[in-house]
Structure formats: C-alpha cells, structure tokens
C-alpha cells in the first residue's frame, strides 16, 4: 500500500512543470509584455498573455480588456513598474510588481503564472493592493 501511495505522488509530480532556472525572467517577461499591450490598447496581444481558463471566463479580447479596465485600472494604466521577489508555489509561479499609476499613486499585483503544456508561461491570476503610499 505505502508503494502505492509513493508511486502515485511520483506520478503525479510528473505532470507538474518543475521550475526552470530562466523562470523568474520568462515570467517578468510576460507580465511586461501584458502591460505594454494594455499601454498600446492592443486586445489581442493582452488576451493572448492570459491563461486558458482566464480566457474561458473572459472569451473575447474585448471583454477580457474591458474587465481589465474596469476592475485593474493600476495595471491598465501603469506608469512605472519595478519587480519584487519571485517565488514559487507548488506548480504556479508568483511574482509581485510595485506599480506606479499615471496619478502617482502604489500599487502591489501579485500575479500567478503557469507554463502551459505548450511550454509558454501564461498569466493565471493577478491581484491588486494599495501599495505604501495609502494617504491619498
């Protein structure tokens, strides 16, 4: 029985993607790329960066750019943006980025990513908190 419960984890560790030496810049990488299409309001490309079933929430560009508008103005609107720690947790990758809206204000995402089977990393979730500055 015990094997059997060891071979079952091991099996199941095999579908996980383990974490890659080049994670931390492949995910900065992504969540840069969003940003500069949500800068250029280009739909398509910012949708293309999140996960499927982001997309599945979301099933157009529009929408999902709309949501984005709506509910991650910081994110949608960001001026300046500066990379925390990278960590890992279980199979998602999380990062957080210090955000500077357009009227100065902080702002922390945290993000989570996953590869996909693909081998692409894509944007799994995204949370958004008042950053130091809370007096305004």
């Known amino acids: 029985m015990?094997?059997?419960v060891v071979g079952l984890v091991?099996?199941?560790?095999?579908?996980m993607h383990p974490?890659?030496?080049?994670d931390a810049a492949d995910v900065r990488a992504v969540i840069t790329g969003q940003m500069q299409a949500f800068r250029h309001?280009?739909?398509v490309s910012a949708y293309g960066f999140a996960a499927p079933s982001i997309q599945t929430i979301f099933p157009?560009?529009?929408r999902f750019m709309s949501m984005v508008m709506q509910g991650y103005a910081p994110v949608y609107q960001a001026k300046d943006v500066a990379?925390?720690?990278?960590?890992?947790e279980g199979g998602a990758l999380r990062q957080d980025a210090f955000i500077t809206d357009r009227e100065g204000r902080s702002w922390i995402a945290s993000y989570t990513l996953e590869r996909q089977s693909d081998g692409s990393l894509k944007i799994t979730s995204c949370?958004?908190?008042?950053?130091?500055?809370?007096?305004?």
């Open 127 to 136: 949370a958004i908190r008042r950053g130091n500055d809370v007096s305004a």
């Open 60 to 62: 157009s560009p529009e």
């Open 10 to 15: 091991l099996a199941g560790c095999l579908h």
């Open 41 to 43: 309001g280009d739909a």
């Open 19 to 22: 974490a890659r030496a080049d």
């Open 2 to 4: 015990r094997r059997l």
């Open 83 to 88: 990379f925390g720690p990278f960590t890992t």
